[in-house]
């Protein structure tokens, strides 16, 4: 399916940590904008430190699915501890921010087990500067979680991109 959002689990069964279900709204996503987000996700596992997650990131140039590099913690990169990126961002002792404050989702590790659901939420997209090869176009992303090589989830996105 192009150019339309799309989410699937990629884990085997198995896998601690599903997600149940997410939309998000507009399709295309526009660059600056506005986000409407809403998911459920499910945890049979605490998930603490270190996290690691794997990102994949393919952009279709016609026919063809391109696995886009590395570059500046942007694209198919490798983040060894989720946890401290997190810590990085908003400060430990520090609120979570909204809406994940309202619906009790937390922002840091370790996460306990147990259902997360996120109601329909706004986010604003800033005009961020994004390397031109990161705009207008569809997209495949792979994100895998895990912690001591176990993996704990797997999921499969395919959104589209508009920028202003």
């Not at 069964?13 to 998000?24: C, I």
């Not at 937390?106 to 500067?129: I, M, Q, T």
């Amino acid at each position: 399916q192009v150019g339309g959002f799309a989410w699937e689990n990629c884990g085997d069964r198995m896998d601690p940590v599903v997600l149940q279900s997410l939309s998000v709204a507009p399709d295309p996503i526009s660059i600056p904008g506005s986000l409407r987000v809403s998911a459920a996700v499910s945890s049979s596992k605490t998930m603490a430190s270190p996290l690691k997650a794997v990102l994949v990131v393919e952009k279709a140039l016609g026919d063809l699915w391109i696995q886009l590099p590395c570059i500046d913690e942007l694209g198919s990169c490798t983040y060894d501890d989720v946890c401290t990126i997190l810590d990085n961002l908003i400060p430990p002792g520090t609120t979570c921010p909204e809406p994940l404050l309202t619906y009790g989702i937390p922002c840091h590790c370790p996460f306990k087990a147990g259902s997360y659901s996120l109601p329909a939420s706004d986010f604003v997209l800033p005009d961020v500067e994004l390397p031109a090869w990161m705009t207008n176009g569809n997209y495949r992303v792979r994100v895998a979680v895990s912690s001591s090589g176990e993996e704990l989830a797997c999921v499969k996105l395919a959104f589209s991109l508009q920028s202003q």
